[in-house]
């Protein structure tokens, strides 16, 4: 029997999340290689991935596949795009020895967990994802009309299926496919149920524990079982919760074999919604490539000045002694971001006064910008110079990436009746 606790990330099953350290949870996501990252991504995600790897396991990558599929006649950029993916990540400070850090491609389990997928995914399902009709909409120009533009959204479920992904940090946009992937995962648990040998596999997960708690465990879910004892449910639950050295898949059989619902073969994720840390662009409008004002994060110093100093302001300061109104300009915007309580105060009283110009306003954003820039430009400068070390980290990377990835596929395999010989 399949229940909803059964749903529940681990990392919420026995209450709060995981301490740093024990990082029960797993964190998965991935980025396009479509070009190179600015400011709203610095902003919007990767400082949120930079905390997130000090509390989570962190499995991000670059997803190569994924841009093929609309950019398929874009070879040479994609090659050149993957590598500037993960310098800019290093150069943010997404940290190899926290997280994995590799290039989807690397790690062709991502594929065949795909295709084993493809065979119980409703093609409706995948007709109805938003982003379908949208981006074909969007992208007029390009033929998407393609078996790999549909599955798209599927080949994401594989990505963060394939890792037991307990949560996957994501934009507004990417909502509907962790959403898919919910529904992708529910429907092969239920179609391929317990896994066969799922006592066995649970007895030898119990052992794992060590002979103190195994006993322990044993007579708490007896006792459970049994007696109906619900306290004892409880307590074995933090002792499989407290347990450091085991992994997720055992600690899932551990709770299945404790209250008799069985073993989820893929759990279902849960979207982590970014903060929504809206980094404006140099037009007042979000920040995006696709708008063209965007501040890039290896820009040169020069660059990043010169294109705050010509940035629109407030259209009613015509000249320097007309008053203005900083909610109409996109430079109090950035002042949002950057500045401390007395500089907003001097910005709105000078503006509003015609007490001072607008380069005099920009000054300090444009000091902030290049202060928070400095050290990504260094370290990526570091990474760029030694393009060995950026390969063998993202060597390194799929190693680990694909020994998880291998003990998901072979439960799946064995699900599906294809473990034989
Ligand atoms: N589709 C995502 C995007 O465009 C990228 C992506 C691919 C992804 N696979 C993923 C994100 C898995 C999170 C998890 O941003
Ligand atoms: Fe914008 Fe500052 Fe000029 Fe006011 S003074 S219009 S806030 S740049």
């Not at 499989?240 to 055992?250: F, G, H, R, Y």
């Not at 709770?255 to 994720?269: A, K």
Request: a negative charge; hydrophobic letters at 35%; glycine letters at 8%.
């Amino acid at each position: 029997m399949v229940t909803s606790e059964m749903f529940t990330p681990t990392s919420q099953r026995g209450g709060q999340l995981s301490s740093l350290g024990s990082r029960q949870s797993r964190v998965l996501s991935g980025m396009r290689p479509t070009g190179k990252l600015h400011l709203g991504h610095y902003h919007g995600v990767l400082k949120n991935w930079v905390k997130l790897q000090q509390e989570h396991e962190c499995f991000f990558f670059v997803a190569d596949w994924h841009a093929l599929t609309t950019h398929y006649d874009e070879r040479e950029v994609i090659a050149d795009h993957v590598w500037d993916l993960l310098v800019d990540w290093l150069a943010c400070g997404v940290n190899p020895s926290l997280a994995r850090l590799f290039i989807q491609s690397r790690v062709p389990e991502h594929a065949e967990l795909h295709l084993l997928l493809s065979m119980i995914t409703p093609l409706g399902w995948l007709e109805r994802v938003p982003t379908y009709k949208d981006q074909q909409d969007k992208l007029r120009e390009k033929d998407l009309a393609t078996y790999g533009f549909l599955g798209y959204p599927l080949l994401q479920s594989a990505d963060i299926l394939i890792y037991r992904a307990t949560a996957v940090p994501v934009g507004e946009d990417q909502v509907a496919h962790v959403e898919l992937t919910r529904e992708i995962a529910r429907r092969f648990n239920h179609q391929f149920g317990r896994e066969p040998n799922f006592e066995d596999k649970a007895k030898e997960a119990a052992h794992k524990m060590g002979k103190k708690n195994h006993k322990l465990y044993d007579s708490l879910r007896r006792k459970y079982q049994e007696q109906g004892d619900q306290e004892a449910l409880e307590v074995a639950r933090a002792l499989v919760q407290n347990q450091q050295n085991i992994t997720l898949a055992d600690r899932e059989r551990l709770y299945g074999y404790l209250d008799g619902s069985g073993v989820v073969i893929l759990p279902e994720p849960q979207a982590m919604l970014t903060p929504a840390a809206k980094m404006p662009g140099l037009d007042g409008q979000k920040m995006s490539k696709s708008y063209g004002n965007t501040i890039a994060l290896r820009d040169e110093p020069a660059d990043v000045e010169r294109k705050i100093r010509t940035m629109p302001t407030d259209p009613a300061r015509v000249r320097r002694t007309d008053p203005g109104t900083p909610e109409k300009c996109p430079v109090w915007e950035f002042h949002k971001v950057y500045s401390d309580q007395d500089t907003r105060d001097w910005v709105q009283q000078g503006c509003t006064t015609a007490g001072i110009g607008c380069l005099d306003c920009k000054k300090p954003v444009i000091g902030a910008v290049l202060d928070e820039l400095e050290p990504i430009r260094r370290r990526g400068r570091e990474f760029e110079e030694d393009p060995e070390a950026v390969r063998s980290i993202a060597a390194e990377g799929a190693e680990a990436a694909r020994s998880a990835a291998r003990d998901t596929l072979e439960d799946v395999r064995r699900a599906m009746g294809l473990d034989y010989g």
